[in-house]
């Protein structure tokens, strides 16, 4: 039984960077002996264990043949006479299929140092067009590394483009595709995902809405990571280009969660508005229809989105803020005793934030 530490955790220690999360591979081992060990097993379709310790995990080392499409349609050998070449043969990326022993020795067949040398994202195998999963992966990493100066290299990028072809990307869950592009929306250079898929003709189906962006939007996203905002603030800048109806079909598509799709929603119908001179009858309509009112929170991640869009906003977010939190709090009781009732209790409420507001956009040089 041989044990190597292999994939991210040695080609970021190559790198430099701080490695967050360590895996290994067995060689020569049993399902049997790690059990015997004391390792706790958790994998299905191939045996991954988790060490009964630091409970990181450990995998036997495993070949793949494709046998159906999209990425879970692959059968795995995991006997313990697969090698360590083998196991790194089914690796993506040469950066990705390098391993290292408990002396420090690195096994590298694929010249993954080199590529990490030249700065080039570059594929072990043409098996790399098996797994469609592979071409979001790609450009995840090219996001991550392109402050590196990191790019993919032209003959992956043409491998890419064959998956995307022969439109083996429709093949591919919602929640995987949604996982790349949410890990790669965290990204310090989020917009080279995005960038990147659009240079391999990979936007359709998943992320189709966005072939028609353009580079105003991708700088806008990478000022949002600048800034180190949030994934949602970070999606809703894509949204800003597209009509509602798009904004909510591309979160329905990628079954993104509640929070970045009502935002992304907010951010298509209202965000360029808020760039650009309001009135106060106007800002009155805008608290109302994105319920400023009962999720400030969200309103002030709104306001966030468009602050990426102009960083010179005709009416600077802390206005807005300051008249939808002093709009909010008319007292509706002295209303309802005035002998308003019914609708009419919502209109003289309307009246009196509109007053408030129209007052504050008057002292802050807005309009009113």
């Known amino acids: 039984m041989q044990i190597y530490l292999v994939g991210g955790a040695v080609r970021d220690e190559l790198l430099n960077r701080k490695v967050t999360e360590k895996d290994y591979v067995v060689v020569g081992a049993t399902p049997q002996q790690m059990l015997d060990k004391g390792f706790t097993q958790v994998g299905k379709d191939f045996p ?24 879970t349609g692959f059968v795995c050998d995991a006997s313990a006479s697969v090698t360590l070449k ?16 408990a002396d420090g020795h ?16 570059r594929h072990v195998s043409d098996a790399f067009v098996e797994d469609p999963l592979r071409v979001f992966r790609v ?6 590394y392109a402050h590196l100066g990191f790019s993919v290299a032209e003959e992956t990028m043409r491998l890419m483009r064959e998956v995307a072809k022969q439109d083996e990307l429709a093949h591919l869950s919602a929640e995987r595709v949604w996982s790349e592009t949410q890990r790669s929306l965290m990204e310090r250079d989020p917009q080279v995902y995005f960038d990147t898929l659009q ?16 580079t105003p939007t991708w700088a806008a996203l990478k000022l949002s990571a600048e800034r180190s905002l949030k994934g949602e603030i970070r999606f809703a800048v894509l949204a800003c280009s597209l009509s509602t109806e798009q904004a909510s079909s591309l979160g329905t ?14 951010a298509a119908n209202f965000a360029s508005e808020l760039t650009q001179p309001v009135s106060a009858n106007r800002l009155l309509d805008i608290f109302n229809q994105a319920d400023g009112w009962r999720k400030a929170d969200r309103f002030r991640d709104l306001l966030d989105v468009s602050a990426c869009m102009d960083n010179c906003p005709a009416l600077q977010p802390s206005v807005i803020l300051h008249a939808l939190n002093a709009a909010k709090s008319v007292d509706t009781q002295p209303i309802i005793q005035a ?7 919502k209109s003289q409420l309307n009246k ?17």
Request: with cysteine.
């Open 106 to 121: 690195i096994t590298d067949p694929f010249n993954g140092q080199q590529d990490l040398t030249d700065r080039l994202l």
């Open 199 to 214: 240079q391999a003709d990979a936007l359709f189906p998943w992320l189709s809405e966005l072939a028609a962006l353009n």
């Open 339 to 345: 002998g308003f009732k019914g609708a009419a209790i």
């Open 86 to 101: 083998e196991d790194l043969l089914r690796r993506d990326l040469t950066i990705n299929a390098m391993a290292k022993d």
């Open 139 to 144: 450009a995840r990493f090219a996001a991550r």
């Open 253 to 266: 598509r990628l079954k993104a969660p509640n929070s970045f799709c009502e935002l992304a929603v907010l």
């Open 48 to 71: 991954v264990f988790l060490h009964p310790k630091t409970k990181e995990e450990y995998a036997l080392a495993r070949t793949e043949r494709k046998s159906g499409r999209g990425y």
């Open 352 to 368: 009196q934030r509109m007053q408030v507001i129209t007052q504050i956009l008057a002292d802050k040089g807005g309009t009113a």
